[in-house]
Structures are given as C-alpha cells and as structure tokens.
C-alpha cells in the first residue's frame, strides 16, 4: 500500500472514530438533560401535589368552620326570634338587656361569617389555581415521558 494511501485510511479512520466519539458524546448529554428534565418535572408535579392537597385541606377546615359558624348564626336568630315573640306587654328588663347582647353577638357573627364567606371564595379560587398548576405540569411530565419513549401515548 502507498503511503498516501495509507495515510488517507488512518487520517479516514482517525475521522470516523472522532465523529462516532462526538455522536455518543451528544447523545449521552442528551439522554442527560432529558434524564434532568424529567427529575425537575417530577419534583415540581410532587411539590404542586402537596401544595394543591394542603389547600384542599385548608379549605374543608375553612367550610367546617363557616358551617359552624352558621349554626351559631342560626341558633341566635332563633333566640332573637323566641324573644321577639314575646306578647304585646313587652319584655322585662333583665330580658331585654339578654336581648339586645344576643342580638349584638347575633349582628356581630354575621359579619364575621361574611368576612370568613369572603376569604373562603378568595382562598377556593387560589386552591382552583393550584390544582390547575399541577395538572399542566403533570401534562407536561407525561409529554416528555411519551416523547422519551418511555411511556406510550
């Protein structure tokens, strides 16, 4: 074999071995990042998972407590009603002074189960928020996967 010959075959070889070297290279970094990729989604669809879960509990808490609130509410308008019931004579001092202090607890439960009513629809729509975050990123999760060929669509 020439000399030229042979130094066009190892300088060909030399070629072929760098640019098979160079491909595995690339491919290795991006299995890598796609490796990366799905470890970030994963860790952000769990964070979401407990976000979204924290706030439904949050929430349960929430209407339980408006809900008792709302009992309390009830019980008192019952209380004002028995005694605005009371015949035409009218109600006794003592009575009057129970009364009016019912009426001001009454009056003032209803604002607070108002306020609570408001933040409870505030804190819903946060909650409706989150559970929409985590859906997309578990959207997001499963398009990677499907377009790493490691789960099918």
């Given at each position: 074999m020439k000399p030229v010959a042979r130094k066009a075959l190892v300088t060909?070889?030399?070629i072929v071995t760098v640019t098979l070297v160079f491909?595995?290279?690339d491919r290795i970094l991006e299995r890598q990042r796609i490796k990366n990729q799905i470890n970030a989604l994963r860790n952000a669809v769990n964070r979401s998972r407990i976000t979204a879960d924290r706030c439904r509990e949050r929430l349960q808490t929430s209407q339980g407590a408006l809900l008792?609130?709302?009992i309390?509410?009830?019980s008192l308008k019952g209380i004002i009603e028995r005694y605005?019931?009371?015949p035409a004579r009218g109600a006794s001092a003592i009575n009057y002074q129970t009364y009016r202090l019912v009426l001001e607890e009454h009056n003032d439960s209803v604002g607070i189960w108002e306020g609570r009513e408001q933040r409870l629809r505030t804190a819903e729509q946060?909650?409706?928020a989150a559970i929409t975050d985590h859906n997309k990123l578990a959207d997001s999760l499963q398009h990677v996967l499907s377009e790493a060929g490691i789960i099918a669509h």
């Open positions: 060909l070889t030399v491909m595995s290279l008792e609130l709302g309390v509410i009830d605005e019931a009371i946060a909650c409706r």
